[in-house]
């Protein structure tokens, strides 16, 4: 069985920047024509059709506003392409955006091995001589002595 590309389906993101000059029906009016248009090329929506106003951060035909509508919907991968073409040229349309919203990958975790510390063994510990420790406590003693008659 071959696979083309329109047999995939993937998960798609439309985001549209509306012009602020419509009024609230022409916006429902809008969600429902991208909605149709991902239905009728057998798309299936994924939630309902949000729609927000939104600021934005430079001027976009001379508008500082604009309705941002979002869809998300599972579709074959030639959909998306034919979405952008129906809405290209629309005036009322300031921008579009479609994106692939990759699947989650459940990814074993990797656990990192811990390396083995190298442990100091009792006999190396014992292996300073007696002598040696108390020739150096002998001589802290001498300095701790000479720092106290110097501050005096």
Do not use: F
Request: aromatic share 4%; charged share 35%.
């Amino acid at each position: 069985m071959s696979s083309t590309s329109s047999d995939i389906r993937k998960t798609y993101e439309l985001a549209c920047l509306l012009s602020p000059d419509l009024s609230e029906e022409q916006y429902k009016s809008w969600l429902n024509r991208l909605s149709d248009a991902v239905k009728k090329l057998d798309g299936e929506l994924l939630g309902e059709p949000q729609i927000r106003e939104q600021k934005l951060a430079y001027p976009i035909a001379k508008r500082l506003r604009a309705y941002l509508a979002v869809i998300k919907y599972v579709s074959d991968t030639s959909v998306p392409d034919t979405i952008m073409n129906e809405i290209r040229h629309e005036k009322d349309i300031l921008r579009y955006l479609t994106i692939n919203i990759p699947k989650e990958r459940k990814r074993p975790i990797k656990v990192k091995k811990a390396k083995p510390e190298t442990a100091i063994s009792a006999s190396e510990t014992q292996a300073i001589p007696e002598k040696q420790k108390k020739d150096d406590l002998a001589e802290i003693d001498k300095r701790i002595e000479e720092i106290l008659k110097s501050s005096s």
